[in-house]
T-cell receptor
C-alpha cells in the first residue's frame, strides 16, 4: 500500500496522559498536513510541513500539541496532558507541492483519539 | 474557522436519483476540491476545479464553480447505495501566513436508499 499511513488507528487514553500519533506520507511527497475532525464537522487545519520545516501552525494547536517531521519523511503529532476535549480523529495528509498549484492532497485513514 | 459551508447538511434520496450538494465560501481561491468520507474513514479526493474553470466532470460527478457568487456545486448522477457518505468541499486560498492550505466546510451527509 503506497498511500498515507497513520498509526495507531485508535487510541484510548486517560485524561492527563500523553499520546503520540505517527504519519508516513506518500513517498516523495514534500508537503505534510495535520487536521483534526470531530463528529459531524469538517476537518480543521492544525499544521503543515514542507520537508522538515513547519510552515504554519493553527491557533487550534495549543502549547500541549507539538508536531515534528525530523527528516522530512514521517511526522509525529504529540499531545501532552490530554483533555477530554482532545477526543477527535487526527488526520494526516500529504501532497507533492503547494495546494495552490493544483496538486491533490491525499489523506490517511486517520487516528481516533478517545480521552476518558 | 471554516471557510466553506455546504448545503444541505443532510440529503436523503433513492437509488437512481441525482444528488446535488452546494458549497459557498468567503475569500478568493486558487482552486476548490471535493472530498468524500465514509463513516469513520479518511477522506478520498474526488475532483479539483481551478478558479479559472467553470465546470468539470469525472464519471458520474459534475462540479461547477461560480467565482462571482463564491459558490460551487457537486452533482452525482444516477446515485447508488454505495455513494452514501459525507461530502466536503475544501477551498485552497492563500492565507495570512503566505502559504496555501485547504479549508473544509462542515459537509453534506448523503444517504442513498436502495
Amino acid at each position: 500500500d503506497t498511500g498515507v499511513s497513520q498509526n495507531p488507528r485508535h487510541k484510548i487514553t486517560k485524561r492527563g496522559q500523553n499520546v503520540t500519533f505517527r504519519c508516513d506520507p506518500i513517498s516523495e511527497h514534500n508537503r505534510l498536513y495535520w487536521y483534526r475532525q470531530t463528529l459531524g464537522q469538517g476537518p480543521e487545519f492544525l499544521t503543515y510541513f514542507q520537508n522538515e520545516a513547519q510552515l504554519e501552525k493553527s491557533r487550534l494547536l495549543s502549547d500541549r500539541f507539538s508536531a515534528e517531521r525530523p527528516k522530512g519523511s514521517f511526522s509525529t503529532l504529540e499531545i501532552q496532558r490530554t483533555e477530554q476535549g482532545d477526543s477527535a480523529m487526527y488526520l494526516c495528509a500529504s501532497s507533492s507541492g503547494q495546494a495552490g498549484s493544483g496538486n491533490t492532497i491525499y489523506f490517511g485513514e486517520g487516528s481516533w483519539l478517545t480521552v476518558v | 474557522s471554516q471557510q466553506g459551508e455546504e448545503d444541505p447538511q443532510a440529503l436523503s434520496i433513492q437509488e437512481g436519483e441525482n444528488a446535488t450538494m452546494n458549497c459557498s465560501y468567503k475569500t478568493s481561491i486558487n482552486n476548490l476540491q471535493w472530498y468524500r468520507q465514509n463513516s469513520g474513514r479518511g477522506l478520498v479526493h474526488l475532483i479539483l476545479i481551478r478558479s479559472n474553470e467553470r465546470e468539470k466532470h469525472s464519471g458520474r460527478l459534475k462540479v461547477t464553480l461560480d467565482t462571482s457568487k463564491k459558490s460551487s456545486s457537486l452533482l452525482i448522477t444516477a446515485s447508488r447505495a454505495a455513494d452514501t457518505a459525507s461530502y466536503f468541499c475544501a477551498t485552497d486560498a492563500q492565507y495570512s501566513g503566505g502559504y496555501n492550505k485547504l479549508i473544509f466546510g462542515a459537509g453534506t451527509r448523503l444517504a442513498v436508499h436502495p
